[in-house]
T-cell receptor
Framework: EAQVTQNPRYLITVTGKKLTVTCSQN?????MSWYRQDPGLGLRQIYY???????DKGDVPEGYKVSRKEKRNFPLILESPSPNQTSLYFC??????????????FGEGSRLTVL | QQPVQSPQAVILREGEDAVINCSSS?????VHWYRQKHGEAPVFLMI?????EQKGHEKISASFNEKKQQSSLYLTASQLSYSGTYFC???????????????FGKGTKLSVIP
C-alpha cells in the first residue's frame, strides 16, 4: 500500500529537549516536504527536499532542521524545542513531473506539544 | 506569501451548491485543491495547470484564471461527505515551469447539513 508514515503520532516534551519526527514514504517520490498546521493559519511549509541531499527552506524554517540522506526518509529535527513549536506536523511526498509537482500524499500527522 | 481563500466558512444543506475561491498575488504555474476532514490528513482533489490541463476528482470541478491568478472550486449537489476544510495550494511559476514549492491558503470550512 502506498503510504507516508510519520512517527511519533503524538508527543509531549519539554522546552529544550531535542527531538526528531521521522517520515518515510514507499512510493519512490523525489519530493518530500514538512508542513505545520495551526488553527486559523492553514498549512505552512517548513522545509522541502527535491531529492537526496537537496533541501531548501519553506516559509517557516526557524527552529527546525532536516536531512535527506535516503530517498525514502525525511526526518524533521527540533534541536531545542520551544512552546511556539507546539503544533500539528504533516509530512508529504510527491513526484516531480514535467517541471512541476504532482499531487501530494500526506502522512497522518504528528501532534507535538512543548511544555 | 499564502494565497487568499474565500469564504472562510460556509454552511450548506444537502443538494446545494458552493464555490470556494483562491487568489494569489504571484504568477502561478499550478493550483492544487485538497480536502481535510477533522482529525485526518489532507487528501488530494484536483490539480489545475497553466495552459488549462486538469487532473482530479470526477465529481468536483474547478477553474484557473491564469491572467488573474485565481482559481475556484465548484461543489455541486453537495453531499454530507463533502464536509471538511478545503485548502488551495499554489505553485509559483519559475522560468517557464513550476517552483516545486506548494504554498497553502488558510482554508475554507464547509459544513453540509441534512
Amino acid at each position: 500500500e502506498a503510504q507516508v508514515t510519520q512517527n511519533p503520532r503524538y508527543l509531549i516534551t519539554v522546552t529544550g529537549k531535542k527531538l526528531t519526527v521521522t517520515c518515510s514514504q514507499n512510493m519512490n517520490h523525489e519530493y518530500m516536504s514538512w508542513y505545520r498546521q495551526d488553527p486559523g493559519l492553514g498549512l505552512r511549509q517548513i522545509y522541502y527536499s527535491m531529492n537526496v541531499e537537496v533541501t531548501d527552506k519553506g516559509d517557516v524554517p526557524e527552529g527546525y532542521k532536516v536531512s535527506r540522506k535516503e530517498k525514502r526518509n525525511f526526518p524533521l529535527i527540533l534541536e531545542s524545542p520551544s512552546p511556539n513549536q507546539t503544533s500539528l506536523y504533516f509530512c508529504a511526498s510527491s513526484l516531480r513531473k514535467q517541471g512541476r509537482l504532482e499531487e501530494l500524499f500526506f502522512g497522518e500527522g504528528s501532534r507535538l506539544t512543548v511544555l | 506569501q499564502q494565497p487568499v481563500q474565500s469564504p472562510q466558512a460556509v454552511i450548506l444543506r444537502e443538494g446545494e451548491d458552493a464555490v470556494i475561491n483562491c487568489s494569489s498575488s504571484k504568477a502561478l504555474y499550478s493550483v492544487h485543491w485538497y480536502r481535510q476532514k477533522h482529525g485526518e490528513a489532507p487528501v488530494f482533489l484536483m490539480i489545475l495547470l497553466k495552459g488549462g490541463e486538469q487532473k482530479g476528482h470526477e465529481k468536483i470541478s474547478a477553474s484557473f484564471n491564469e491572467k488573474k491568478q485565481q482559481s475556484s472550486l465548484y461543489l455541486t449537489a453537495s453531499q454530507l461527505s463533502y464536509s471538511g476544510t478545503y485548502f488551495c495550494g499554489t505553485e509559483k511559476a519559475y522560468s517557464g515551469a513550476g517552483s516545486y514549492q506548494l504554498t497553502f491558503g488558510k482554508g475554507t470550512k464547509l459544513s453540509v447539513i441534512p
